[in-house]
């Protein structure tokens, strides 16, 4: 089983920046697709970004341009780096680990990641 513990969040202005790291224990993660989602009280958890084990990303319409996920499989961690932050991004943000097999269509669906770590909220205000 593997743990994931994620950081780096907090209070930021509009267009701050904010870099958030996710820690993996437990076991590698390095064959694994790894994932950020995000999610406000009363909504459904979103897709964010994702990375292959192979290195591609995969971003959504509304973080692409202004997000980059990264991964550093030497030390198990995975990254968000948060540029031009706006209010809309305020949310608690996930760090999950995804099936290896998932096909490009898929890497934005939520049920292709099992292993969830517990958030850290990022709140874009003036």
């Known amino acids: 089983q593997v743990l994931l513990e994620e950081s780096g969040g907090g209070l930021v202005q509009p267009g701050g920046s904010l870099r958030l790291s996710c820690a993996a224990s437990?076991?590698?993660?390095?064959?694994?697709?790894m994932g950020w989602f995000r999610q406000v009280p009363g909504k459904e958890r979103e897709f964010v970004a994702a990375?292959?084990?192979?290195?591609?990303?995969y971003y959504s319409a509304a973080v692409r341009g202004r997000f980059t996920i990264s991964r550093d499989n030497a030390e198990n961690m995975v990254y968000l780096q948060m540029n031009n932050l706006k209010p809309e991004d305020t949310a608690i943000y996930y760090c999950?680990?995804?099936?290896?097999?998932?096909?490009?269509?898929?890497?934005?669906?939520?049920?292709?990641?099992?292993?969830w770590g517990r958030g850290t909220q990022v709140t874009v205000s003036s």
């Open positions: 437990g076991r590698t993660v390095s064959s694994n697709n």
């Open positions: 990375i292959r084990y192979s290195g591609t990303t």
């Open positions: 999950a680990v995804g099936r290896r097999s998932t096909i490009t269509s898929e890497m934005m669906n939520i049920g292709r990641y099992d292993d």
